[in-house]
């Protein structure tokens, strides 16, 4: 209980030191708030476009007044209006987050399928012909950015094999079947980056905890061979596995903004690169927040998580 | 071959894309922002080596600029980033207190954001292009530098020079940069390559969604942003940016992984494998058992056994022609220093010799099962390690050193011996608790009840040993394996362990093979007693012969330097040792291998190896002058 209840008022502190930070950064950048957000498009801003911004963003008042404003919207689930059409920014972010979510769990889905069984057999057969073939590839899918990999698998199935539609986005409900379809290549890309990561440390793990003494005793036992590895191998490297895919899920967050971009999958990322062109800071401010708060979260349940699944983290 | 292979090829890429992207304005390249409607979309030709965009220029030209644009901004960033971080590092390890809060602290607000998140939001404020572009990366990476020289830090401060320094009144500051220093530049020439190709990843992403490297400059995510709207008409020159980009992000990975396993040898020992050992690890010979009927009271007989270990510098025998013989409800002892081989004959016994690098290579180990007239003795020497678990707990139990390390820490005791008794015994799960409960009391563990909840790391070493004895125990064995089991404890811990082992081999007249290095225990639990050096057993011989009349040089080095109270009242005595070091494996010397440090070698124990010599009828000793000692 008590290593629950730290690590919670530990991620309240972290989301409490985000939404300040990003609160800040707008005054912290040198200039005229106001001018800063008006001039993306080169040209000087007009004097009465700048004070109404000025006061549509309340930037005319005290510093302190404009923060605990800010902090109580928050806090109320309210994060402003959009620059560009005016409509709330927190509903446009709960009707695509989901999508967002989809993607990445869709993707970390398939990291673990492939990821386990490769790195286990990769491991057993440590320094043999599979070993070699998967730590290759993973090696190379380590190395390729996932828009270059979302670009070619666009250019492999949907220009040359013409198997599946280049992009795009069908509700579940409307369409189960081609909602699957539009989702497999965007999970896919970002799988190939996030395999690699999964595979590199179930082997790593596996191969350390092969040479535990606690497998030896488990062996002297009597227990088979199987009994063994699962019992004694793949269930302790489960926490080293689950706290990386954790970390890497974070990373993910920011990486499906290039994945959506390519497949025109309209999740968050569509919205904030929009809102970054349209230099909209309450929307990226908006979605960034939300997408720290899922961060902060996925942490929070990685830490559970691994104290579920390590005793001497929960006792201690 | 084939790393060698890909790390040559990301050298020799690595060189010629920096070399190109730094003297581009010297080539005959191009101007890579210059149109040509002309050949829009162009194909390779010899004029376009690449061929050309969508704007008709040329791509082979804009890659080389590319290259030089990417290299410019993650160089740069990567350089920034660790100055940054490096101070960081020192300062909040250094100091600590609140300067380190102060200084580490707010990284982790970093840390929070996704990198690419954290770009997006400093775009929006200052808008794209590269100087910006370059802060941000900076920015983004400075963490990592910080949290590994922060590590370090950490663990440099507390050696004794650096306190000794500091007590002294010399300005530790000094001493802590040139310690620290030193050892943190490998790590951070490691992670420079890492930050290095994260940099040029998200500099091309960036560039990507038209929000990093602002036209007409070029670079690689931008020419792909570019060519994907024409992938119908010209895939050539998709392919052309995403090559570049791949094979450098690959290259510098794999330099990377260079870098970390020269600076971290451990990592990548790789593993050597005897010949013929991935096929199953079994003998040549036979997989059948052999079985004959038993001698009477025999338990264990191991006959010439030999196994080898492979190391990094060839194949070692850990083990060389050892004969032993335990009986029923008989402690022998096997004692030597480490490297001796009594630990590898334990292994070897229970065949749990190290995976895929050791193995039995010849010999007999016979094993008899049964009682009286009908009792049959098997060889289990070419029984296949993964046949054998037939045998262990039931037949033969082992409890090993370090009590802690033999209990996996993320199950219950009661899982553990449930665990046990259940692989021996078809009974329900409540059954077995009952049986585990039973198992505890018989070692002797107060609370029963609690402790079969508990954790191993909630119990005391001593506690955890006889847990360990209690799972060996589960399958009722007539053979019981103890590897140092005492070594780890406290000595009154060790007196308590020792007469629980005692006590069970009093009851359960099984036979127990005790492997220690330390004499003193041995005369408490032996019957009789086996040395070992050099994987040879030197002598053998009862409790009362080895102790009072030794006949290898050896046993009387291993008795000297036990302490005795005699000595340590006369007080003018120093305490004996064996005056040298156990030869390597690898570099035996010829004939005794205790010559070189023996004070009564000649010159023909140089020759051959001398033969084990029969003393008494119970004793044995390996020396050719064990008559004059």
Request: net charge neutral; proline share 6%; glycine share 8%.
């Amino acid at each position: 209980m008590n290593y629950v209840l730290r690590r919670a008022v530990s991620a309240v502190a972290t989301l409490f030191a985000v939404s300040t930070l990003l609160f800040l950064l707008l005054h912290i950048v040198p200039g005229d708030p106001a001018e800063i957000l008006l001039s993306g498009g080169g040209m000087a801003p007009s004097q009465e476009s700048v004070e109404a911004l000025r006061s549509q963003l309340g930037l005319d008042r005290p510093l302190w007044q404009q923060y605990v404003t800010y902090m109580g919207n928050i806090l109320q689930g309210d994060l402003g209006n959009s620059f560009q059409d005016g409509a709330p920014i927190a509903q446009e972010i709960v009707k695509r987050l989901p999508r967002t979510l989809e993607l990445i769990l869709t993707a970390a889905l398939l990291a673990v399928v492939i990821g386990m069984p490769s790195g286990l057999l990769a491991a057993l057969r440590r320094g043999g012909f599979w070993d070699g073939l998967f730590s290759s590839v993973s090696s190379f899918g380590l190395s390729i950015p996932v828009f270059v990999t979302g670009t070619l698998l666009i250019l492999l199935f949907s220009q040359i094999l013409r198997l599946v539609p280049a992009g795009g986005f069908v509700s579940f409900t409307e369409d189960p079947v081609q909602h699957l379809i539009y989702l497999l290549m965007p999970a896919f890309s970002i799988a190939v980056s996030l395999t690699p990561v999964v595979f590199r440390m179930v082997r790593t793990s596996i191969l350390e905890f092969l040479e535990k003494e606690w497998v030896r005793t488990a062996r002297a036992k009597g227990l088979g061979e199987r009994s063994v590895l699962v019992r004694h191998v793949v269930r302790n490297s489960l926490s080293p596995v689950v706290t990386v895919l954790g970390l890497h899920l974070g990373t993910l967050l920011g990486g499906t903004v290039l994945v959506e971009y390519v497949f025109n999958w309209p999740g968050l990322s569509g919205m904030l690169v929009q809102a970054v062109e349209q230099r909209d800071y309450p929307a990226v401010q908006g979605i960034v927040l939300v997408i720290c708060i899922l961060f902060v979260l996925i942490n929070l349940c990685v830490d559970l998580l691994y104290g579920l699944l390590d005793p001497r983290v929960r006792y201690n | 071959m084939l790393r060698h292979f890909t790390l040559i090829f990301a050298v020799a890429f690595l060189l010629l894309i920096g070399g190109m992207a730094v003297l581009a304005p010297l080539l005959p390249l191009h101007d890579p922002v210059q149109m040509d409607v002309m050949s829009r979309l162009g194909k390779p030709s010899l004029t376009y080596l690449l061929g050309n965009d969508e704007y008709g220029r040329d791509i082979f030209s804009r890659i080389i600029y590319g290259a030089q644009a990417s290299l410019a901004v993650s160089l740069s960033a990567a350089v920034l980033a660790a100055i940054g971080g490096v101070a960081l590092g020192l300062l909040g390890g250094y100091f600590q207190g609140w300067i380190e809060n102060i200084t580490m602290r707010p990284l982790d607000v970093i840390l929070s954001f996704p990198p690419m998140l954290l770009a997006l939001l400093a775009v929006t404020l200052l808008g794209p292009g590269t100087g910006t572009l370059t802060v941000i990366l900076a920015i983004l990476f400075i963490p990592a530098y910080a949290r590994v020289t922060y590590g370090e830090v950490l663990s440099v401060r507390n050696l004794e020079y650096v306190e000794a320094a500091r007590a002294l009144g010399h300005r530790s500051g000094r001493i802590l940069l040139r310690t620290v220093l030193p050892n943190v530049a490998g790590p951070i020439l490691v992670q420079f390559s890492l930050v290095v190709a994260s940099c040029i990843v998200l500099e091309s992403g960036l560039s990507f969604l038209g929000l990093g490297v602002v036209p007409p400059d070029s670079s690689w995510g931008l020419m792909i942003r570019g060519a994907r709207p024409y992938m119908h008409m010209e895939p050539l020159g998709l392919l052309w940016p995403c090559l570049a980009l791949v094979f450098t992000v690959f290259s510098i990975n794999r330099l990377c992984d260079f870098l970390r396993d020269m600076f971290d040898p451990k990592a990548s020992v790789a593993a050597f494998t005897l010949p013929g050992m991935l096929a199953g690890q079994r003998l040549s010979r036979t997989a059948h058992a052999m079985s004959r009927k038993a001698e009477p009271d025999s338990l264990l007989q191991i006959r010439d056994l030999t196994t080898e270990i492979s190391t990094p510098r060839g194949p070692i025998r850990a083990i060389d022609g050892v004969t032993l013989q335990v009986r029923r409800g008989e402690a022998v002892a096997l004692v030597g220093e480490s490297g001796s081989g009594k630990s590898m004959t334990g292994l070897s016994v229970m065949k749990l010799l190290p995976r895929r690098i050791g193995r039995i290579a010849s010999g007999e180990i016979w094993y008899s099962r049964g009682e009286g007239e009908n009792a049959r003795a098997i060889d289990l020497a070419p029984v296949p390690a993964s046949h054998f678990r037939a045998y262990r707990g039931r037949d033969m139990g082992m409890v090993f050193q370090e009590p802690m390390a033999c209990l996996n820490p993320v199950y219950t005791i009661g899982y553990q011996l449930v665990e046990a008794i259940t692989v021996h015994n078809n009974v329900s799960k409540a059954k077995a608790e009952e049986m585990a409960l039973a198992e505890l009391k018989r070692v002797g563990i107060p609370d029963p009840e609690r402790r079969l909840r508990e954790y191993p790391h909630q119990l005391s070493g001593g506690m955890r040993q006889r847990v360990a004895i209690a799972i060996a125990l589960c399958g009722q064995p007539n053979l019981l394996i103890a590897d140092e089991p005492t070594t780890a404890l406290d000595v009154t811990v060790q007196a308590q362990i020792l007469e629980l082992l005692e006590d069970i081999r009093r009851t359960s007249n099984i036979g127990l093979i005790f492997i220690t290095h330390n004499l003193g225990v041995v005369a408490e639990i032996a019957d009789r007693v086996v040395v070992m050096y050099c994987g040879q057993v030197v002598e053998e011989g009862s409790v009362e012969e080895i102790f009072y009349s030794p006949r290898h040089p050896y046993t009387r080095g291993l008795l000297a330097s036990v302490p005795k109270p005699e000595d340590l009242n006369s007080g003018e005595k120093r305490l004996a040792s064996i005056p040298g070091t156990v030869p390597s494996p690898l570099a035996l010397p010829p004939g005794c291998r205790f010559a070189p440090r023996c004070s009564y070698s000649t010159e023909a124990c140089s020759v051959a190896v001398p033969e084990l010599e029969v003393v008494t009828e119970s004793q044995a000793a390996r020396c050719i002058r064990w008559k004059e000692i």
